[in-house]
């Protein structure tokens, strides 16, 4: 594709991008955005005083966002009430 666009064009078609994203990031964000949705209807105020937000089920997958969560999975488990047993030497 990048060489049959112009420069001008491959430039409008970042800029494009940046205001209407498509692609897995924008697939992860509807889904951190139902997780959220869902982790805060079923939330134990008492232990989770705190709304859960998009941003703490968004995947980081390179490791470098201030909010990353190496147990998501976890903390989902935990905010729905189930109680998490630790297996193994981990």
């Not at 089920?57 to 047993?85: C, I, N, S, W, Y």
Request: charged share 25%; hydrophobic share 35%; aromatic share 12%.
């Amino acid at each position: 594709m990048l060489r049959e666009i112009s420069h001008p064009q491959f430039l409008e078609w970042q800029a494009y991008y940046r205001i209407e994203p498509w692609g897995e990031w924008r697939a992860d964000m509807r889904m951190a955005q139902m997780l959220s949705l869902y982790a805060n209807a079923h939330r134990d105020g008492n232990k989770h005083p705190k709304p859960f937000t998009t941003a703490d089920f968004m995947p980081d997958f390179a490791g470098d966002h201030p909010k990353t969560k190496p147990h998501q999975g976890k903390q989902l488990r935990e905010a729905l009430g189930h109680r998490v047993v630790k297996k193994g030497p981990n």
